[in-house]
């Protein structure tokens, strides 16, 4: 069974920077797409980036220029560095990983079936 596990948060003030990681239990994250979302109460769970199996990578209009995805395959680890950080940014998230073989990432929920149980990110004004 797949594990992901998040790490990172839970706060900082608007401006600041903050890196997220995931860890997975999988032992070739490079044929995987693997991507990082999130949700506030009341909404649906909305991805923010993704990272296919070479590389390519996509992100939400809302967070581009101000958040890097990568993965170090090394490690199994995905991270999504964070900066400038805006209150509207406030919100659980999560990682995910696609469950075959994926080259072009999209964020889309329902293209991740496997997920992690999310950690807190709350950014003060």
């Known amino acids: 069974q797949v594990q992901l596990v998040e790490s990172g948060g839970p706060s900082v003030e608007a401006g600041g920077s903050l890196r997220l990681s995931c860890t997975t239990s999988?032992?070739?994250?490079?044929?995987?797409?693997v991507g990082w979302f999130r949700q506030v109460p009341g909404k649906a769970r909305g991805g923010v980036a993704a990272?296919?199996?070479?590389?390519?990578?996509t992100y939400a209009d809302s967070v581009k220029g101000r958040f890097t995805i990568s993965k170090d395959y090394a490690k199994n680890t995905l991270s999504l560095q964070m900066n400038s950080l805006k209150p509207e940014d406030t919100a659980m998230y999560y990682c995910?990983?696609?469950?075959?073989?994926?080259?072009?990432?999209?964020?889309?929920?329902?293209?991740?079936?496997?997920w992690g149980q999310g950690t807190q990110v709350t950014v003060s004004s």
């Open positions: 995910a990983r696609s469950a075959d073989y994926c080259h072009t990432p999209d964020r889309s929920v329902s293209s991740f079936p496997f």
């Open positions: 999988a032992k070739r994250t490079d044929t995987f797409c």
């Open positions: 990272i296919g199996s070479v590389g390519t990578t």
